[in-house]
């Protein structure tokens, strides 16, 4: 158990008058984004009840009146008087940076962003209610339009139990929307459930009567295997943990017959999206140990230079998750996607590297299945490699990519300003190239499907002409060799037609960012557009052609429309002209693009698994579920 956790354990730092005036700055943004992110603030300082070894069970309620309450039954929020002369539970709930994370506080480890949860989402709250049982009492205080006081802390009555109750309702001026996602909140909720055994998170949906319960008895074990519930694992998934001073680790692992390499990484329940030391670690043990285990058992011979690590990797689903003390506790940049501790590489490479010695050394069938498979990944590269670099020495052959693909360059060679346009067909990409700005935009046209690379060995997919156009054009090398700085455009556009077909293209060229090139992703450079779905021709004294992007918008242009307007469905871009093209899809003035964000990894890896994987059912399903298009001709009279 933790320390004392109490009246003096609260520390104020500054007060949250900014909050409302930049909300961006505490919580990333005021879209939807921002908007789940006041849930997990709350929901984090429940986490870290239950971290502290206080309370194993976790209650979330989308309300009715478009709220959102919290319950757990960890110790209650102090209600005592603070040293600020305050009670402690306004202290929390309304001044920035006050709470048990900072100072000699209450908790060794922590997961909450910055310690800002409470004070941060009353401060963009029209509505907040906070009963805390503490003590034998019942104890309430309400707060509204930002933090402001609706009345003083209440005792409602006696109590048996212990918790803290949170009820908000966001502030709908400072949010562009205030509906809570159901999928989005329930994947955050399993994903806690899965990194804390015996942890039971509850999801209830007072909209629609809908509620689900999480709770693993083998943790992160069994959140490997449902990344890897439609794969077939080479064994079964292993799992191990251990203590070196102040950091515990906790790491499950499994092979699988695929090349893709799957590595989830968390820092006391926070998911570090850009990896750090604790992934370091486990990537230095895990190529050691097989290394040292397949030099010791002659699997490798002693001509043969050692396996690398991206070969070992592959195939690989590993979630690795550690928990660091405050003291030593170090991220690298604000959101905390990195993990800086130092020492946290020394303890997991030592406890993963004792664990896999073991492990391997009983288990020397799987292990010699995993070293041929690396071998084999291995060779496959070398190859790769030896192709690439003759093309590199063969100036020909740079010049038979580029015109394998028929890329229009763009004029400038501004890399800041550049845009790369994938286009399905060659009609479309013949419109696109001549309705461009050539100055700034590049037209690449796709024949047709490129490989699914999720069932593809990367030497195979190197030998797609379309794949290898777009690595050339793109300039910025693939894999781990991806350098960002390479890259040969600002935004990489993907433009398909509103159909079935343009939407599996999508996912296609989707999936072989997020394998190849992730960091595009990452840093924001993907894009798919939103060309129209029809073009309107409203003829009276003087024609006008206007367009419309849903079912509903040309309805409401038809509602004043004359009745000799003429409404066309475009089935493919090949039907827009060069100038219809560039006015609704291309000219950075009035173009709609959607920008491609990794929210969730573990999400996106599921929904990759489902979209490329060799159920069409679940396929089908998911398709039916979550994409819609309109077919329909319409012609006004």
Not at 334 to 356: E, H, M, R, S
Not at 588 to 610: C, F, G, S, W, Y
């Amino acid at each position: 158990m933790q320390k004392e956790y109490n009246e003096q354990s609260i520390t104020i730092l500054e007060g949250l008058e900014a909050v409302r005036k930049r909300p961006g700055m505490y919580i990333g943004s005021t879209d939807e984004r921002g908007l789940h992110h006041l849930v997990w603030e709350i929901v984090d300082n429940a986490i870290d009840e239950a971290l502290a070894g206080y309370g194993k069970e976790i209650t979330v309620i989308i309300g009715n009146d478009g709220s959102i309450t919290v319950m757990d039954n960890g110790r209650g929020v102090p209600c005592g008087i603070h040293k600020s002369g305050k009670n402690t539970l306004e202290v929390i709930y309304t001044i920035l940076h006050a709470g048990g994370k900072f100072g000699d506080g209450g908790y060794k480890t922590s997961g909450g962003l910055h310690g800002v949860g409470g004070s941060v989402v009353n401060a963009l709250s029209s509505y907040m209610e906070v009963i805390s049982y503490r003590d034998g009492k019942i104890h309430k205080m309400t707060f509204q339009n930002g933090g402001k006081k609706i009345s003083k802390l209440e005792v409602l009555g006696d109590t048996k139990r212990t918790g803290t109750t949170v009820k908000f309702i966001p502030d709908s001026t400072l949010f562009t929307t205030t509906i809570f996602d159901y999928n989005k909140i329930k994947e955050r909720l399993q994903e806690n459930a899965f990194l804390i055994k015996n942890l039971k998170m509850n999801l209830i949906d007072k909209r629609t009567n809908k509620q689900e319960t999480f709770i693993y008895e083998r943790g992160i074990s069994e959140y490997v295997e449902m990344l890897d519930q439609n794969k077939k694992p080479l064994h079964k998934v292993w799992d191990f943990d251990g203590t070196l001073d102040k950091v515990q680790v906790e790491i499950a692992m499994q092979f699988v017959d695929t090349y893709d390499e799957k590595i989830i990484s968390f820092v006391n329940n926070v998911h570090t999206r850009d990896g750090g030391t604790h992934e370091l670690g486990f990537k230095l043990a895990l190529t050691r140990a097989f290394n040292d285990f397949a030099r010791k058992f002659n699997l490798l011979k002693e001509k043969d230079p050692n396996l690398e690590g991206s070969d070992l990797r592959s195939g690989l689903t590993a979630i690795v998750s550690v928990r660091i003390e405050e003291s030593i506790l170090e991220f690298e940049g604000q959101t905390k996607g990195k993990l800086g501790t130092p020492f946290a590489k020394t303890a997991v490479d030592n406890i993963c590297y004792d664990a896999l010695m073991k492990y391997l050394s009983n288990n020397p069938d799987i292990t010699k299945t995993i070293v041929d498979k690396a071998v084999v990944e291995y060779n496959a590269r070398m190859a790769a490699r030896k192709a690439r670099n003759q093309a590199r020495l063969d100036k020909k052959d740079k010049q038979d990519i580029n015109l394998s693909g028929k890329l229009s360059p763009a004029g400038e060679k501004n890399k800041e300003i550049n845009e790369l346009f994938l286009v399905e067909g060659d009609s479309a990409g013949g419109s696109a190239k001549k309705g461009r700005d050539r100055k700034f935009q590049a037209i690449l046209p796709l024949r047709g499907k490129i490989l699914n690379i999720e069932k593809t060995a990367q030497d195979q997919a190197l030998k797609n002409q379309e794949i290898a156009t777009m690595i050339y054009t793109i300039g910025a090398d693939y894999g781990e060799r991806f350098d960002l700085k390479k890259c040969n455009y600002k935004k990489i556009i993907i433009m398909t037609d509103a159909d079935d077909d343009g939407a599996h293209i999508q996912v296609l060229l989707l999936t072989f960012f997020f394998r190849y090139m992730r960091p595009l992703i990452e840093d924001g450079r993907v894009y798919v557009a939103l060309p129209p779905l029809f073009k309107i021709t409203k003829r009276g004294k003087k024609e006008e052609i206007v367009y419309a992007w849903t079912n509903e918008e040309k309805e409401n242009i038809l509602k004043d429309a004359p009745q000799n307007t003429i409404v066309q469905r475009y089935k493919g871009l090949g039907e827009m002209n060069a100038d219809q093209l560039w006015d609704t899809t291309m000219n950075p003035l009035t173009r709609n693009l959607i920008q491609v964000r990794i929210e969730d990894e573990a999400d996106a890896e599921k929904q990759i698994d489902i979209l490329m994987g060799d159920d069409a059912s679940r396929r089908r399903n998911w398709l039916e579920s979550n994409v819609s298009f309109t077919l329909e001709d319409e012609m006004g009279e």
